[in-house]
């Protein structure tokens, strides 16, 4: 899955964002660029967050922002990575939901989109990815994780 | 057999990795299960059906189940451990 970022060219690393609401429209860089996803999935992430709460931090430090499958604008069943040095606040006073490493998935194949859930919970599963992932500075740092912790 | 409903705001991100989680969990316990996941939107009308749900902590105030519907919120969505000990609390393990 690590790798696939790198060859995909699906990955930010980043000092900061200003706030929850930039950090989101900054790890859907990579799913435009390619034409992933259109510039309005970024919003439509935004609105859910707002309507859902910050149910998207998924686990301390790490977010899965994404909206639902087929939602408008999206030609790609894909995630994309991005990684901050200091964590953004989705919870104002509830550093639990605070977020360094984004996983922003996309999905318009329920099939493909299962497959790449089920590779996503094998990098959050293994405490040593996720550990290393928060110290990442660049795709040789994934490519290296995956080589070291995830390759069988 | 137990009836298990896992839903998170869209029902394609948290609630595939909740599912996921419960069925192994589920499994080590010995729990015979059937896990379906969906949005929140559609697991408030239909959670009356089943018997336990599972969701991320922020939404459990979404339910006001029925006797017989056990409603778990997780912290940790990838904590396997937080999961066993709270379906364990919940005394799922007794109800075969």
């Known amino acids: 899955m690590l790798r ?23 790890c859907c860089e990579p799913l435009e660029a390619d034409g992933s996803v259109e510039a309005d999935y970024k ?23 994404h909206c639902q499958e087929g939602a408008h ?10 990684k901050l040095d200091e964590p953004v606040s989705f919870e ?11 996983f922003t ?4 194949d329920s099939d ?35 080589e070291t912790c995830l390759d069988h | ?28 316990m010995g729990i015979e299960n059937t896990v379906y996941h969906t949005s929140i939107d559609e697991a408030k009308t239909i959670a009356y059906d089943y018997d336990l749900v599972v969701v991320g902590e922020n939404f459990v105030k979404s339910f006001k189940p029925k006797a017989g519907t056990v409603v778990l919120g997780l912290k940790n969505l990838m904590n396997k451990k937080e999961l066993e000990s709270k379906l364990q609390e919940c005394g799922l ?3 075969q």
């Open chain 1, 4 to 26: 696939e970022f790198v060859q995909l060219n699906h990955y930010k690393f980043a000092k900061k964002a200003t706030d929850w609401r930039d950090a989101i429209r900054m």
């Open chain 1, 43 to 65: 919003e439509q992430i935004i609105a859910s967050i707002e309507k859902f709460g910050p149910y998207i931090v998924i686990m301390p430090d790490v977010a899965m922002p």
């Open chain 1, 73 to 82: 604008g999206v030609h790609r069943t894909t995630i994309s990575f991005m």
């Open chain 1, 92 to 102: 104002e006073g509830n550093p639990e939901k605070n977020a360094k490493l984004f």
């Open chain 1, 105 to 108: 998935l996309a999905s318009c």
């Open chain 1, 112 to 146: 493909q989109h299962l497959e790449n859930m089920m590779k996503l919970s094998e990098v959050l599963m293994n405490e040593a990815v996720v550990e290393k992932l928060m110290e990442a500075d660049g795709p040789e740092d994934l490519l290296r994780i995956q």
């Open chain 2, 1 to 28: 057999m137990i009836k298990v409903l896992v839903a998170c705001g869209c029902g394609m991100g948290s609630s595939q990795l909740i599912k996921q989680n419960c069925m192994a969990v589920l499994k080590k």
């Open chain 2, 93 to 95: 393990d007794q109800q």
